[in-house]
């Protein structure tokens, strides 16, 4: 029997000299090993920076420990869930590794939810304790006769900060008055610092974990659009942490200070993995931004930061190349800059490029793959339009819809084995068996390319494909094309229903020249693209509908469509 092109793995050939082809599975240990060996080796470290104050892997440590500690004192035990509803604060990584190291699983939660999808993902979850920052205090009380939680824990924005930090806390109150009223029962909700002093009072706890154990609930609307859960052990997350750190080369023995911007939400898997754990791995500092939307303040932040990684989506670099003082910022000391998250788009690369002197390095994961399938080398002269290569211990196929491989160069859905992959749906076998191939690989949802050289490329998502008349049409591609008209500050595609073509394209646009016209970008797009993709209608914004990471909601704008 021919060997197939997945059996041969030709990414495998181009892989940079000395990255292997498989990692050592089986040694990886859990995230409470991880931990344990960063706290061993780096306690007098930086581990975190928030709001101009630093902690220390000792002061993490210490706090991560007596969370656990108070969790244990609450009778949670191995298995329970904790949901965690914060932006990138301090309190936020030492509760996510005081519930690890309590035995439990982290349940990740998007602060921004209404109290309708707070409600559906927790009990969902069948969460006992929530951590919340208290800016989101009043989502969780409006919630709370549907909810079945056991302690609500009330953390401000400067807790685990010394006096800096509750200044910082007082001011989010007072001066900025951003905490609407709220109200819990008495004895419900204790605050993050009183939990903490308690904890640091009780027995030291460390719960036997084992790699399968499962260490996040991470939601997600998947392949579907249904909300679900992907069930990410420790293996998952150990192993996505190690092949970063082999594809990118790095150590926590060389002793270099490294700090990575952390401006994607840590409840984010991206964030999570790619700059939480796979730093605190190699000793690293992670800049927190709780809020990367107030451009100034992130401005602000960047130019009094000396930082060697930078993490972002799009339309976060988008915003800041767009930015009047984005010259004020060094970025001299960068190593490489890493995107995912959604597609990045070629005016965006170059304008980054020009403006930073770094190229961006594109990778590709998602939630249930711990996130990252493929990434590019690190050492990227210019932004390549791919995804790079699949990571060691990594196989990928494209597949078409009998479910057979395609020929080499074409179109197809991108499926994935590895050791990142998730253990499955939490409660819903239905959507794993419908998420699996016959042969087990994890069935993404997009449409890619595996090209000769082993690179794979990303054409879009399958449930965002336009049938115009019988033509596939792609949105990332006319996005691309219309990006890069001067007038155009951000754009999406969608289709919508037609008459006469079943489909027609329509581009949403915002604009940086408020003169640009219909008909000007009209015909600039029919310059670059053949007939049927050129958009048949433009729709113009003031912003366009993002998830609280970035990523432009073509839904929205699909479940919103312009007038006849």
């Known amino acids: ?62 706090s991560a420990e007596a969370v656990a500690a108070w969790l244990a004192a609450q009778g949670l035990a191995k298995g329970d869930r904790v949901a965690i509803m914060m932006p990138n604060v301090a309190a936020y990584p030492a509760t996510i590794f005081g519930v690890l190291l309590a035995g439990c699983t982290v349940v990740n939660v998007n602060p921004l939810y209404t109290p309708r999808e707070l409600t559906a993902q927790l009990n969902d979850a069948g969460a006992r304790v929530l951590f919340v920052l208290e800016n989101f205090a009043h989502t969780v009380a409006a919630a709370l006769p549907d909810l079945n939680l056991e302690r609500i824990v009330l953390t401000g924005p400067g807790d685990g900060l010394g006096l800096k930090g509750r200044l910082i806390t007082l001011a989010s109150r007072h001066l900025k008055k951003a905490v609407p009223a709220y109200r819990f029962p008495e004895g419900l909700a204790p605050r993050y610092e009183a939990v903490v002093r308690a904890g640091r009072g009780m027995p030291k706890v460390r719960v036997a974990v084992e790699p399968d154990d499962l260490a996040f609930l991470q939601y997600t609307g998947g392949t579907t659009g249904i909300a679900k859960a992907a069930m990410l052990t420790h293996r998952n997350i150990m192993a996505n942490v190690e092949q970063c750190r082999i594809w990118f080369r790095v150590s926590a023995e060389d002793g270099r200070a490294r700090v990575m911007i952390t401006a994607l939400p840590l409840y984010h898997i991206f964030a999570l993995t790619c700059c939480f754990f796979f730093f605190m791995k190699v000793g690293g500092c992670c800049l927190l931004i709780a809020n990367p939307r107030d451009a100034d303040g992130f401005i602000k932040t960047l130019k009094g930061s000396r930082f060697t990684h930078f993490s972002g989506v799009n339309t976060l ?162 996005e691309d094309v219309l990006a890069s008209h001067p007038g155009v500050l951000e754009c999406a595609v969608v289709g919508a229903v037609h008459a006469e073509t079943g489909e027609m394209v329509v581009a949403h646009v915002v604009r940086r020249d408020g003169a640009i016209t219909t008909d000007a970008l009209r015909s600039y797009a029919r310059e670059q693209l053949t007939g049927y993709k050129v958009p048949r209608r433009v729709v113009f914004h003031d912003a366009l509908p993002k998830t609280n990471v970035g990523k432009v909601l073509r839904r929205a704008l699909r479940d919103d469509p312009p007038g006849p």
């Not at 991880?34 to 709001?51: I, K, Y």
């Not at 191939?437 to 998502?461: H, K």
């Open 317 to 478: 670099f988008n915003l800041l190349i767009n930015h009047p003082r984005i010259g004020e910022v060094d970025f001299s000391n960068l190593d490489f800059v890493i995107a995912g998250g959604m597609a990045v788009q070629a005016a965006v690369a170059e304008k980054w490029k020009a403006i930073t002197g770094s190229a961006i390095v594109e990778g590709y994961g998602l939630s249930e793959t711990s996130p990252v399938v493929c990434v590019n080398p690190p050492d990227l002269a210019e932004w390549s339009g791919t995804i790079g290569y699949a990571l060691p211990s990594t196989d990928v196929s494209i597949r078409g819809l009998d479910g057979r491989e395609v020929a080499e160069g074409e179109p197809g859905e991108l499926c994935v084995q590895g050791p990142q992959v998730m253990a499955g749906y939490w409660k819903r076998p239905d959507e794993t068996a419908r998420a699996t191939t016959p042969d087990g690989y994890f069935r993404t949802g997009d449409v890619a390319v595996l090209q000769s050289d082993g690179q794979v490329r990303i054409v879009d998502r399958m449930k965002d494909m336009i049938l115009v008349s019988g033509f596939n049409v792609y949105p990332n591609e006319i």
């Open 1 to 62: 029997m021919a060997e197939t092109r997945s059996a041969a793995r030709p990414w495998l050939s181009a892989y940079p000299s000395g990255i292997p082809a498989e990692i050592d599975v089986a040694g990886l240990g859990t995230l409470v090993d991880l931990f344990e060996d960063c706290m061993a080796r780096s306690g007098g470290r930086p581990a975190l920076r928030s709001f101009g104050a630093e902690v220390s892997y000792a002061a993490l440590g210490a």
